[in-house]
T-cell receptor
Framework: ETGVTQSPTHLIKTRGQQVTLRCSSQ?????VSWYQQALGQGPQFIFQ???????GRGNFPPRFSGLQFPNYSSELNVNALELDDSALYLC????????????FGPGTRLTVL | QQQVKQSPQSLIVQKGGISIINCAYE??????FPWYQQFPGKGPALLIA?????SEKKEGRFTISFNKSAKQFSLHIMDSQPGDSATYFC?????????????FGTGTLLAVQP
């Protein structure tokens, strides 16, 4: 069974640029959630995707957007990057909406200069 | 009301000792309480989780104690080992809602001294 994978591992961007992060969910999982973890903080929920549709959103502006594909993999897109967007971005997958444990990937470390 | 408060912020324990981390919540809709372990540069790994219909759950050296009336839950690590040195996060979710988003505590940095 393959766990949650994310790419890239690290990324450096400059303010104002756009970035796309990718996540492959664990085998058999159909729900993907994205979290932002600032240094020294707990993860903060960005949004969740189920059946290729956004299914709930945290307190993040519209420049944070996402997609889920038919194979349940997902992308997180961030436009007009700001310095405060520097963080570890985590993807978590679960097997059925609303019921089961969430398993996290290793994350993508984004640095905005 | 969505917050989960975690303490202490950091903890130093001797090898073989018991590590105790506490969390408190306000939202009575929460019905799922996991604990995650995170090593530097890695994603959080699910350790153990509990639902409010039981007061305690044990898996190996890890035990969750849950007090529904006080809206508190804690993680106990028995026989703590240097390899347990990591950051621990409690979390909560209302799985009956539309989104099973996890609300995390602020984390506890555990150092187990040999």
């Amino acid at each position: 069974e393959t766990g949650v994978t994310q790419s890239p591992t690290h990324l450096i961007k400059t303010r104002g640029q756009q970035v796309t992060l990718r996540c492959s969910s664990q085998s058999g999982h159909n729900t993907v959630s994205w979290y932002q973890q600032a240094l020294g903080q707990g993860p903060q929920f960005i949004f969740q995707y189920y059946r290729e549709e956004e299914n709930g959103r945290g307190n993040f502006p519209p420049r944070f957007s996402g997609l889920q594909f038919p194979n349940y993999s997902s992308e997180l897109n961030v436009n007009a990057l700001e310095l405060d967007d520097s963080a570890l971005y985590l993807c978590a997958s679960s097997s059925r909406q609303g019921r089961n444990e969430q398993f996290f990937g290793p994350g993508t470390r984004l640095t905005v200069l | 009301q969505q917050q989960v408060k975690q303490s202490p912020q950091s903890l130093i324990v001797q090898k073989g000792g018991i590590s105790i981390i506490n969390c408190a919540y306000e939202n009575t809709a929460f019905d799922y309480f996991p604990w995650y372990q995170q090593f530097p540069g890695k994603g959080p790994a699910l350790l153990i989780a509990i639902r409010p219909d039981v007061s305690e759950k044990k898996e190996g050296r890890f035990t969750i104690s849950f007090n529904k009336s006080a809206k508190q839950f804690s993680l106990h690590i028995m026989d703590s080992q240097p390899g347990d040195s990591a950051t621990y996060f409690c979390a909560a979710a209302a799985y009956g809602g539309a989104t099973n988003k996890l609300i995390f505590g602020t984390g506890t940095l555990l150092a187990v001294q040999p």
